[in-house]
Every structure is written in structure tokens, then in C-alpha cells.
């Protein structure tokens, strides 16, 4: 039997704390588009060096010290591992495919691919993650924090009935 979630209210005093830990042992905030930007542009370097070289959009992302180097994949790795491992001991490890009743498991994952990819895209864009600009620049009350917050909420509720129909 799967053990209860965390109180809501107590996981998101921990997260505070962590971002706190994250400022005073680093120096910076949290995020996640840069792990997977600095991930990419090396794996895409093994493969076609001169693309990366040349293409001034992921050059920056490329060093010679190789990823793990980067403080943020240490992140996203810990984040990765610290998931598997508290959903293990909550015994709610099952590897699936969560969907509605109405949509298949290949349009579940495409729809999760299409989102994956905007998502992505708006982080490079924008030059950061919605957990670099919600979590670390609202902690620093930078309004484009609080302003990029808002706005996904707006964008949430307003494509949530384009949506909902997938899950009744």
C-alpha cells in the first residue's frame, strides 16, 4: 500500500529551503532548461562538431570539460535520482503511462512529446525554465518572475477545457 503524499505546505517549505541551500552554497538559484541545453549541445558535438561550432545558439552551451562539469546537471541527475528513490520508498514506483479513459497510449505520449518540445522551446527562448524563472526569480522578487507565473496559470486554466475531454 502506497504510502500518503507529503503535505503540500510542508514540500513547499522544503523547496524554499533547498533554494536557499542553492543560493548560499552556489551562488545561484535552481533550474533545469540549462542541464538539458549543456547535455544536448555535447551529445550533438560527439556527433557533428562543426554544426555545434558554427550555430551561435548552442556554441555557448558546448565546453570542452564535458557536461558534467555544469553545477545544473549535477542538479538535474539529483533531481532524477532523489525522484526514483522517494517514490520507491513511497512504494508508488509503477512505470506507466497515465492517460484517460478517451486517449490511447500513442496519443498520450504524442501529446507529451508536442509538449515536451514547446516547452523546450519557450525555455531556450526565453533563456531559462519555468523553475529558474517561477522559483529562483520569484525569490528574488523580480517581477518577470512573478509576471511569468501568473501567465502560466492564465495559459493552465485557459487550455484546460481543450484538454479535459482526454481525462473524462
Known amino acids: 500500500m502506497p ?3 507529503w503535505n503540500p505546505y510542508l ?16 551562488g545561484t538559484g535552481l533550474g533545469a532548461s540549462g542541464a538539458i541545453a549543456r547535455l544536448a549541445a555535447a551529445g550533438a558535438h ?3 562538431p562543426t554544426a555545434i561550432d558554427s550555430n551561435p ?5 558546448f565546453t570542452g570539460d564535458g557536461p558534467l562539469a555544469y553545477y545544473l546537471v549535477a542538479m538535474f541527475g539529483g533531481t532524477l535520482i532523489g525522484g526514483a528513490v522517494s517514490a520507491f520508498a513511497a512504494g508508488r514506483f509503477a512505470p506507466a503511462v497515465e492517460r484517460g ?4 497510449r500513442g496519443l498520450r505520449l504524442a501529446l507529451a512529446l508536442l509538449g515536451g518540445a514547446l516547452a ?11 523553475s529558474g524563472l517561477a522559483l529562483s526569480g520569484g525569490a528574488l522578487l523580480q517581477l518577470g518572475g512573478f509576471v511569468f507565473t501568473g501567465a502560466c496559470f492564465a495559459a493552465a486554466f485557459a487550455f484546460a477545457p481543450l ?6
Not at 479513459?101 to 490511447?104: D, F, I, L, V
Not at 523546450?120 to 519555468?130: K, L, M, P, Q, V
Not at 484538454?163 to 473524462?168: D, F, L
Open 3 to 5: 504510502r500518503p503524499y
Open 11 to 26: 514540500a513547499g517549505c522544503g523547496l524554499g529551503l533547498v533554494l536557499v541551500l542553492s543560493y548560499l552554497v552556489l
Open 46 to 48: 560527439a556527433v557533428a
Open 57 to 61: 545558439s548552442l556554441a555557448p552551451w
Open 101 to 104: 479513459p478517451r486517449s490511447g
Open 120 to 130: 523546450g522551446f519557450g525555455a531556450r527562448a526565453a533563456s531559462g525554465c519555468t
Open 163 to 168: 484538454v479535459r475531454r482526454q481525462w473524462r
